[in-house]
């Protein structure tokens, strides 16, 4: 019987807030530089106290580590710097234990080009594998077959002179793109899913789900109306490399394994230039994934109330159960993305009170519970082979990966006994260890405890639909209501005090930040204060 069963079954997913760990840098038990899966197993009551419903965990297979996990050698092997099968199979059962499920990364689109799949087909043209990669012949004057960037830089193809053709990829050279079109590489796939469904997972995040499928015809795509764009991918409209009808056959495959084996949950990730209409198409309906996120909550212009205001309606009004999200690993932290070097925890708290208050499932990056602002790490410092080749420009993702803070007086963070860790741990993230958060009852940490119990305890914030307003361009009102229960969160999102009116049957809030009270009749909110509002609406 699998360790999953100990757990109530049913759509538990509706409405979760799921806890990513990256492995990688959550904590170090065996003081050898590098997290690993005992780190995770020591930190489980850590997560299970913060009262999410389970942990998205990032690859454990082994990984030729040049992306760090996402260029996979063997789906069904556990990678040796995280630990052992034993290990994994403990996890396991003491997540479950604690009541939290194990959503569990899978990557479906690519392998490293180390992959024995890979290594095969590269060996001659008429091998059994040898279409189960993305292969086309140079132009006639040698050059890629077509105008497809990749995401790391430079054209998507890379040239194998055994074969002497090209391969495609969307990030790094060593990280050749499947042909998920081939029925044999779907099979090989799905078998994947089944070792570790086997093994007692809830469920797979799909990373860039979107990409699973490519235009077989090869086509140039057309140029995008983009400016100022950080790679030149993105001056090109994703039409043929990426997002195809034809991969949706597949995707309704992925859901039956899910299905069958006891409905497991499936969230995709969606990597796009119209990320919101890819996100709903590739959770639409009861046969596709049955979540999926694409935008960054808080990226782009000021005001913030007015730019999370547009973000929530376009997402509530579109009817599918998004994800949403602040920060993860490969984008820079919420806190610096949002506010910059202005970043405090006041400022914080109240956009968790937002993410916490939002119609959908959530994600919380490691470090989110703590407002850790993103790492500066110099270029010696840098690992992540994007970020060491644009550095200082685009994203630097180390900053996002750098040892989780445990204990402010200890080495490297209490990330391990002192060991030189992969990454430095940041000496901005010291003031916010977790052990300095726990005894300080109004650090983000309780308080996003306290959020977090709050949306647990209301079936409306977690389940009911969503209403968003915005009153000038400060106050951001959003009302969640289901089956009679109406909560509603409004949040000053300027440095400025505001104030708003409230009906005559309010009660008192359910939770409130400091300094916020009433006044005839009125809601007096500090500057980036927040209340929930509970309202019987009958």
Known sequence: MSARNNIDAGEWWRGAALYQVYPLSFRDADNDGWGDLRGVIEGLDYIASLGVDGIWLCPVHLSAMEDFGYDPIDQKKINPHLGTERDFDELVRAAHGRGLRIVLDQVWTYTSHLHEWFMESRSSRDNPKADWYLWADAKRDGTEPNNWRSLFGGPAWEWCPSRRQYYMTHFLRGMPHLRAQHPDVQSALLDVGKHWIDKGVDGFRFDVANFLMVDDALRDNPPSDAENYEFPLWAQRMVY???????????????????????????????????????????????????????????????????????????????????????????????????????????????????????????????????LPHAELSRDEARDPRGVRFYPHGVQRDGARTPFPWKSAAPNLGFNAGTQPWLNASPAHRALARDRQEADAGSTLQVFRKLMALRQGSAALRHGNMHVSVVADQLLIIERRMNGESMKLIVNLDDSSGDTSLEADSPQPALFSPGTGFADDRLRLPGWGFAFLPVNRG
């Open 241 to 371: 490399d990426g997002s195809r009808d034809e991969s949706y056959a597949f995707v309704e495959r992925i859901r039956d394994l899910l299905d069958e084996s006891g409905g497991l949950y499936s969230v995709a990730e969606i990597s796009s230039d119209k990320p919101l209409a890819d996100a709903l198409a590739y959770c639409s309906g009861n046969r596709r994934f049955h979540s999926s996120y694409a935008t960054q909550l808080g990226s782009g212009k000021r005001p913030l109330a007015k730019k999370l205001g547009r973000q929530l309606k376009a997402m509530g009004e579109a009817g599918a159960w998004l994800t949403h999200y602040l920060s993860n690993h490969d984008c820079v932290r919420g806190p610096t993305n949002i506010f910059g070097s202005k970043a405090t925890a006041v400022k914080w708290q109240a956009v968790l009170a937002v993410l916490l208050a939002t119609r959908g499932n959530l994600h919380v990056y490691q470090g989110d519970e703590l407002g």
